[in-house]
């Protein structure tokens, strides 16, 4: 049974979601500077665009390979514009269990985009893949992506509490770390029960080779 994830893009009505590439460079170091980025995430602030490039050459790959993850660029599909990335990480193949996380660009929010591509990858997961389970790691106070979680069917399994550190602005503009919450989240097979609309009617999947 295999332990690594192929190179994969998926397809929806208005998204494509791709292994990264180097042309990503200036869009991915834009989107990882943005404030909300900063405030949720524990990506290094200031992003630069060299930070970027490794992501795209070393680390992204060797997730793969290993086996350990999946990172995927969320794209326009009408203007191949970089809308955001959906990541897989701690995956368990003997349980055939995922986390999944993402990040939607400053300007693409409240579009959409980020249940959509998630909905697509879990698709893909849950179906194609034959995983049995995605979690999902909110902080408390990040209202916008529970939004997602709950839009594409998960179900809150608890809180771990105090094991979230988020950051906030200080006075000189550096960022402060806080101490919160993680809400926990988790998608099974059977709750994607209609919730297949959202994929293109191609099917959705393809090899990134075949897309390419």
């Given amino acids: 049974m ?3 994830f192929p190179n994969i893009s998926i397809s929806t009505e208005r998204l494509v979601l791709r292994p990264l590439d180097e042309d990503d460079v200036p869009a991915l ?31 992204a790959p060797s ?24 990541q897989l990480a701690r995956t368990n193949w003997r349980l055939r ?24 990858t879990a698709h893909w997961l849950l179906g194609d893949q ?37 950051h906030v602005r200080a006075e000189d503009g550096s960022w402060t770390d806080v101490r919160t919450d993680f809400i926990v989240w988790s998608l099974l097979p059977e709750d994607l029960d209609g919730a297949g609309e959202q994929l293109a009617d191609t099917g959705g999947f393809t090899s990134f080779g075949e897309w390419n």
Avoid at 33 to 48: F, S
Avoid at 138 to 165: P, W
């Fill in 29 to 59: 170091a834009e989107m990882m500077n943005d404030e909300q980025v900063g405030a949720w995430t524990d990506v290094p602030q200031p992003y630069t665009e060299d930070r970027a490039r490794t992501w795209i050459t070393e680390y």
């Fill in 2 to 4: 295999t332990s690594t």
């Fill in 97 to 120: 269990s995922t986390e999944m996380s993402y990040i939607i660009a400053p300007w693409a929010r409240g579009e959409g985009y980020a249940s959509e591509a998630a909905l697509a």
């Fill in 63 to 86: 997730e793969r390979e290993t086996g350990r993850g999946l990172d995927l660029a969320v794209t326009e599909f009408l203007t191949q514009r970089l809308v955001g990335v959906v």
């Fill in 130 to 166: 034959k995983f049995e389970r995605i979690e999902l790691r909110t902080a408390a106070d990040n209202t916008a992506s529970q939004q997602v979680a709950q839009k594409i069917g998960c179900i809150s399994e608890g809180v771990l509490r105090n094991a979230c550190i988020a």
